[in-house]
């Protein structure tokens, strides 16, 4: 069992070596900006990487405070499903709602996830960060193809 410090230590040594693994990653390594998060160019749209006892996920999270224009984005995206699920072999897991658990926020949440992965188990951290890798850069690629339909749907 870990203290409180030790998991806090832990988490900050495990987003260290993902930093470090992205910079010599063959597809990452000259890339100035590694990955887009929350500077997507429409609001209250992020993505995120989640990772803690049992999984590991790529998300793209739907934030408005606004519960109309959170659905009306997620409704879109599903209009996309295809668009957005292309070249995840197991489709993408399409999630209207969520509470966050650091915020207690209610969002709207497309994502994949690697099933029996430990963020405990350092072993399996390659196994983590290679996920991470190819499927943020598949999620995001997919996103910027229609992100601009989205802002001009957003604006009515």
Known sequence: MYSKEELRQLNILFWEKFGQFCSV???LRHKTRKWMLHRTKVKDVAFRFEVNRENAKVILELGSRNEGLRLKAYEFLERYKVVMEEGFKLGLNWEFFHERE???KAVCRIYTQL???DLHRQNQWPDI???FIENMSRLENNFLSIRDLLQEELKH
């Open 129 to 131: 960060f290679n996920f």
């Open 115 to 117: 099933n029996n992965v």
């Open 102 to 104: 650091d915020s207690h």
């Open 25 to 27: 990653h063959p597809e």
